[in-house]
């Protein structure tokens, strides 16, 4: 394996956000009247938000109208939008500083929308060479079209590429597009991550990554 970029997810990989997203996600289906527990929404991050609330209904056997799911999405965007106070991870900080620092090719991508990403980039001290959002693709994740996207910006092979994920739909995205995939769990224990090819715990992140970076990368 020889690892020449690396792709990052952003929520739950480099900020801090999911229990925002999971707090707005109960709040908008209260107001229409359904309760739901947390690992609902956190098992399925990283999809495309009208397709989670139409997933949610269909694993709950309800049926939904075009209406409610963008009642629901609206509200849900709003409330995140007023509401979240997101920090930044901060071991995903310094191995983002880390591999800028070597000019090694990092790529972000995200089921966020563009202009959320457009203010969390503004606040990190690198820039990515590759930046894919929820808003440059048909198909969110599970799809390995976002990863794919991004992997066709730089002339890389998908075998040259690590990925960091902390979510199923995006270690399945990952690996449907043939990369290396390591997930760190941020937001979900380890038996929700199987599918990874190596999980790690925040602590663990930067020294791993540095593991599997090539030889010949000059680190």
């Known amino acids: 394996m020889s ?3 690396v792709c990052f997810d952003m929520d739950g990989v480099v ?7 999971v707090e707005a996600w109960r709040f908008a289906f209260k107001e229409k009247g359904y309760d739901h527990n947390e690992l609902e929404f956190y098992l399925r991050e990283g999809m495309p938000g009208r397709k989670t609330i139409m997933d949610i209904f269909k694993s709950s056997q ?3 109208t075009e209406e409610d799911i963008e009642d629901i999405y609206v509200i849900k965007r709003n409330y995140f939008k007023e509401n979240a106070n997101y920090t930044f991870i901060k071991e995903t900080l310094s191995l983002l500083e880390y591999l800028y620092k070597k000019e090694i090719p990092i790529s972000l991508v995200t089921g966020s929308r563009r202009e959320f990403v457009d203010e969390v980039l503004e606040k990190l001290p690198v820039e990515f060479n590759s930046v894919i959002t929820g808003d440059d693709v048909t198909e969110g994740k599970p799809s390995p079209e976002p990863y794919l996207k991004a992997m066709s910006n730089l002339s890389f092979a998908p075998s040259e ?3 960091i994920e902390n979510a199923p739909l995006g270690i399945k995205s990952a690996k449907q597009a043939g990369v290396f995939c390591l997930a760190v769990e941020t937001t979900l224990e380890e038996k929700y991550l199987t599918k990874a090819d190596v ?3 925040p602590s663990q992140l930067e020294q791993t990554v540095k593991g599997l970076l090539s030889a010949d990368s000059g680190l």
């Open 3 to 5: 690892i020449k970029a």
């Open 15 to 21: 900020v801090h956000t999911m229990p925002h997203h």
């Open 62 to 64: 309800l049926p939904v």
């Open 161 to 163: 590429w690590l990925v």
């Open 199 to 201: 999980i790690v715990s």
